[in-house]
Nanobody, 119 residues
């Protein structure tokens, strides 16, 4: 069984920074995509950032230039560096990995970590 453990959320003032981490453990054969999503109260979950196994990245327009996604393949870990945070970035952030385990596919979500941007 594969599990994701997220960390790094918290309360930060506008203009501040946070770094989220998401570590995968278990019988993983390969990881293709690693993503960060977020869901604010009363809103649908949205894709924030995406990174492929080759390191190619995509970002939501609302975070381009402020957020950076990266991954450490040796540690099966994905990171989200968030700079110049705004109150509208307040949400629960979820990581997701897509790949393969022995004998099948892999598509698993983290438990979520709260990010609150407020003065």
């Amino acid at each position: 069984q594969v599990q994701l453990v997220e960390s790094g959320g918290g309360l930060v003032q506008p203009g501040g920074s946070l770094r989220l981490s998401c570590a995968a453990s278990g019988s993983i054969f390969s990881i293709n995509a690693m993503d960060w999503y977020r869901q604010a109260p009363g809103k649908e979950r949205e894709l924030v950032a995406h990174i492929t196994s080759g390191g190619r990245t995509n970002y939501a327009d609302s975070v381009k230039g402020r957020f950076t996604i990266s991954r450490d393949n040796a540690k099966n870990t994905v990171y989200l560096q968030m700079n110049s945070l705004k109150p509208e970035d307040t949400a629960v952030y979820y990581c997701r990995i897509v790949g393969a385990v022995v004998g099948g596919g892999l598509d698993v979500w983290g438990q979520g970590t709260q990010v609150t941007v407020s003065s």
